[in-house]
Structure formats: C-alpha cells, structure tokens
C-alpha cells in the first residue's frame, strides 16, 4: 500500500474576520434605538479576547447576542467565544469580557488521542503542541475519526478545524 496519510486537528479562527463582525456589531449599535445612545464600546484586546463595556447587564447580553450572530454570519465557529462573568467598571458602568478560544490545551488534546484511541481504529494520533496529528494508512478510517472527533468536540464545546489533510 501507498505512504501513510495524514491530518491535523487544530482550533483556530481567522483574525480579519473577527474583526470583520466586531465591525458590523458597532455599526448595529449605533443604529439600534436600545442601544444607540448606551456609550457602549466593544475592544479586541491582544487578539485574545473581546471587553464589551455598557451601562448594564441586559444590555452586555443583546452586545454579545448580536455578536455571536455576526460571527456566524462570517463562517466562524461561535463556540470561540467564551463569555465570563460579567463585573464592575467605573462610571457605574458593566464591563463584559468574552475570551476567544484558540489553540488545543494539552489536557484537551490528550482527550481527544483518548478518544481516537477508543475507536480502535488502525490511526497512530500525536501531540504536537497546540494541535494533533492523525496518520494512517487508510484514508476511511482517518475519515472515521475526523466524523468521531467532530462529534466529540461539539460535546465537548471546543472548536475544532481539520488541516493538512494529505
């Protein structure tokens, strides 16, 4: 038979994009009568996670609601965003950070090889820093375990992207 074939599972999203939606939740911010007067602001910081700051809660909430739309709108995965708890900031005002998920973690990704693993399927699977390799040498059961991880990823509400499939 021929060499082995191979794939990466990674969890990644694509940066311009995201910024494409930060951009049309302002302009639908500034056109909302609920909204439009609010003096809320929405801030990509360091490319890892996104501060709404507004005047309450319930407004932090219709922010990010229209967020995660503009998000899926653009073709990325909503599961990137991680809302935390909402807090305090100054001027009586709501502060909202929602983190944005990028990368395997490695108790995640040993999960995942655990789960590759319990399909019995004839695939070798690998750490590699943030990602994991996959290789086999039939191309059905590498196509099994992307099927497999998919559904365990959405379980488990990580994002996760198939590449370098050769």
Known sequence: MSKDASFDIVSEF???ELVNAMDQTRREIASRFDLKDSNSELELEEGKKI???TTDDFRAKNIFDILESKVSKRGLNPLILDLQEPEAALGG????TINLKKGI???MAKKIVAEIKESKLKVQ??????QVRVSGKNRDDLQEVIKRVREFGERQGMPLQFTNYR
């Open 105 to 107: 973690e490695t108790d």
């Open 14 to 16: 694509d940066q311009q």
């Open 125 to 130: 699977a690998s750490i590699q820093g943030d």
């Open 93 to 96: 005002k709501v502060r909202q």
């Open 51 to 53: 501060v709404i700051t």
